[in-house]
């Protein structure tokens, strides 16, 4: 069968259940990205299966809504500011949507993963984040390689360079199949993926738009937060924080 740039795929390689879109063909091979999942990987003719059937929105991720509980009284509410830097425009519009429905005023920027360790210390004195979310794509081959964990590692560290305190400065890194225990090592409060596993493109930012509304005063529910993901603490883990929103009254 041909395919050609746009065509909805899924691949022999992966799991099934993933819809890629090929974004590019060159010499025969085909790059391919996850239209839910952060996974981009290159794929033959032959590895790939044409998807015919319609492609619906995942529901589960529709509302941002469903995650925030709020007590609508009398109180106001100054959540903790948000940077998110992507390696993938698409997956960040996305995010950026999602955190447009929460209400949260975050800033989000487009960078090359194997760019951001460069970058990263001088866009946290611009900005000044509460929580900074470092994602875009990444992939684990045969011979024991990533594909841009040490990106997103080296990024947390230049990262606590500027910030030791993992209660001032949280931090969420990776993407599908990083290596969990890197990121956390090098100071990521939260990261992907104990268990190896594709995350959901929004994952990062359900988890910064949690801990965001969670109350600076007190130590945030770790696995609520991480039970809120696609593929719950297989997919992200972390450690137990403070909030970053404080809570003021009256309204």
Do not use: W
Not at 58 to 65: F, G, S, V
Not at 94 to 108: N, P, S, T
């Amino acid at each position: 069968m041909e395919y050609k740039v746009g065509d909805l795929v899924r691949s022999k390689h992966q799991d099934e259940e993933i819809i890629f879109k090929i974004e590019k063909i060159e010499n025969g091979e085909y790059y391919i990205k996850g239209l839910e999942y952060r996974l981009a990987a290159t794929a033959s003719a032959e590895d790939l299966i044409h998807h015919d059937e319609e492609t619906r929105e995942d529901e589960y991720y529709k509302e941002a809504e469903n995650y925030i509980n709020l007590e609508r009284n009398n109180f106001f509410y100054l959540p903790g500011k948000i940077l998110h830097i992507d390696g993938d425009k698409d997956y960040l519009a996305r995010c950026m949507h999602f955190y447009k429905e929460a209400k949260l005023d975050v800033k989000g920027l487009y960078i090359d993963e194997k760019d951001i360790p460069k970058q990263i210390k001088q866009l946290i004195n611009q900005y000044r984040p509460d929580i900074l979310v470092i994602t875009g794509h990444d992939e684990f081959y045969d011979n024991h390689q990533y594909k841009n964990n040490s990106s997103f590692v080296n990024s947390v560290k230049k990262a606590r360079e500027m910030e030791k305190a993992q209660d001032k400065l949280i931090i969420i890194a990776g993407a599908c199949q990083s290596n969990f225990i890197d990121l956390i090592k090098a100071g990521a409060n939260f990261a992907s993926s104990p268990k190896g596993l594709n995350i959901h493109a929004l994952d990062p930012a359900i988890v910064a738009t949690l801990v965001s509304f969670s109350s600076r005063n007190e130590d945030i529910d770790l696995l609520e937060i991480l039970n809120k993901t696609k593929y719950r603490t297989d997919g992200m883990g972390g450690i137990i924080t403070k909030g970053t929103m404080y809570v003021g009254y009256p309204k």
